[in-house]
């Protein structure tokens, strides 16, 4: 009988480090062992509920409730490996990719609320109102979503049948690089899972388990932020609020 924090730790490292499974250091239980809680924890819901465990005591820690009342939507797109097979995959036209593309909802600290991997050529619409429906059963407290151009008035209109307002952030009319309000929570928070190696490029056969792989990473994250451990990177901006108002 392995340690289950060991177990976690192997999966936490391959997670950050982005080395392949039997490439795990011989400190840690056989790659078999590991992969193997990894499967299971992602089919039976453990990753899950350990990840949305930490979230709400991150919130509470931040002054919040547990339960969010506003989410900001967005998506990525990532190249694919070699062992993905060709029917999850798809082109995203628009930056030129052939891969995945994670769907993701944050709270305004930038925290993660739902995810859907997708083929990249999925537009952001048809799964945007996808993970609308994800936000309504996990978060029903959520009356308010804010999202970029790329979700069409079908979006919004989906909101409206779930009661979520879903509002667009248009990009500001101007040359340069500009913060926009709302967006950039969510923007973040793709950057700090492009800091995961395993997540640069989508190593996961299975969608359902590249989806637990983004759980796991976030897990990470918010296991430092609760512990104070700090990073190299990201750590001095980790879970600065938006500082417009908020929900």
Partial sequence: MHDLREIANAILYVCRTGIAWAYLPHDFPPHK??????AKWEADGTAEAL???????????NGRSAAPTAAIL????????????????????????????RHIATDVLGLLLAVVVTAASVQDSAAGKELLDHLAVAHPGVSMAWVDG??????????VR?????EV?????????????RRWVVE???GWLMQHRRLVRDYETLPQRSRT??????????????????????????????RTTQK
Wanted: aromatic fraction near 6%; include cysteine; charge should be positive.
């Fill in 188 to 190: 973040r928070t793709l």
């Fill in 162 to 166: 779930l009661g979520i307002r879903v």
């Fill in 74 to 101: 967005d998506s990525q797109s990532v190249k694919t490996s070699c062992n993905v097979n060709e029917s999850s995959q798809g082109i995203d036209a628009g930056k030129k990719i052939k891969g995945r593309k």
């Fill in 33 to 38: 062992t590991v992969y193997d809680y990894y």
């Fill in 169 to 181: 952030v248009k990009r500001i009319a101007a040359t340069g690089f500009h913060v926009l309000p």
């Fill in 213 to 242: 792989m983004v759980h796991w990473a976030m897990t990470n994250i918010m296991s430092r932020v609760l512990t104070g451990e700090s990073t190299q990177t990201w750590q001095n901006d980790l879970l600065k609020p938006d």
């Fill in 150 to 159: 790329g979700y069409k008035d079908e979006v919004v209109r989906h909101g």
């Fill in 51 to 61: 990840h949305d465990l930490l979230r709400d005591q991150v919130r509470v820690a």
